[in-house]
């Protein structure tokens, strides 16, 4: 007996929860500053999300407000493009044309501008590299040159010591 008397309970808690949730599902169906979302529902219902979302369809039925809701918000912007005049349409067109174009103009400004300094700095860069690599082989050369230098005061020295040395 205990056991039925749960069930009947069980059951009013469940139907009365049903209610809640069909009356929260409308209101937030009837006011758009409501998100139709499963957190929102439990602020107004006072009941569990987990709850809702194992009954499942409340989730369903707050996707369909959702969708309803963008469809909505794209048949306004259809609306609010067929008050306008097509003349008008266009002419926002061609002013949007104009800021891209001025946009990548600038750009291209910007580019050709990057692009000469840079150019203007490889010219620097090599001709300094060739000044550079000119005075490394003058002191190559210079370096060779004292080489050749050195050899011939040693053969010298060699001679004089060679010399020396028979006289005594």
């Given at each position: 007996?205990?056991?039925?008397?749960?069930?009947?309970?069980?059951?009013?808690?469940?139907?009365?929860?049903?209610?809640?949730?069909?009356?929260?599902?409308?209101?937030?169906?009837?006011?758009?500053?409501?998100?139709?979302?499963?957190?929102?529902?439990?602020?107004?219902?006072?009941?569990?999300?987990?709850?809702?979302?194992?009954?499942?369809?409340?989730?369903?039925?707050?996707?369909?407000?959702?969708?309803?809701?963008?469809?909505?918000?794209?048949?306004?912007?259809?609306?609010?493009?067929?008050?306008?005049?097509?003349?008008?349409?266009?002419?926002?067109?061609?002013?949007?044309?104009?800021?891209?174009v001025?946009?990548?103009?600038?750009r291209?400004?910007?580019?050709?501008?990057?692009?000469?300094?840079?150019?203007?700095?490889?010219?620097?860069?090599?001709?300094?590299?060739?000044?550079?690599?000119?005075?490394?082989?003058?002191?190559?050369?210079?370096?060779?040159?004292?080489?050749?230098?050195?050899?011939?005061?040693?053969?010298?020295?060699?001679?004089?010591?060679?010399?020396?040395?028979?006289?005594?």
């Amino acid at each position: 007996m205990t056991g039925q008397a749960f069930d009947v309970k069980n059951q009013l808690d469940f139907d009365k929860n049903t209610e809640l949730l069909a009356r929260g599902i409308m209101q937030i169906s009837a006011d758009v500053s409501l998100k139709p979302t499963a957190a929102e529902l439990s602020r107004i219902t006072g009941i569990h999300r987990n709850t809702i979302r194992q009954r499942r369809w409340p989730l369903e039925r707050l996707e369909a407000i959702k969708e309803n809701r963008r469809m909505e918000v794209l048949a306004h912007k259809v609306r609010a493009e067929k008050k306008q005049d097509p003349k008008a349409i266009l002419m926002q067109r061609l002013e949007k044309s104009r800021l891209e174009v001025l946009y990548w103009f600038n750009r291209h400004q910007e580019t050709e501008s990057s692009w000469a300094s840079l150019d203007k700095r490889l010219n620097t860069v090599l001709e300094s590299r060739d000044y550079y690599v000119q005075i490394v082989d003058d002191l190559r050369l210079k370096i060779k040159l004292q080489d050749t230098e050195i050899q011939k005061l040693r053969d010298a020295l060699h001679l004089v010591s060679a010399n020396l040395e028979e006289w005594k």
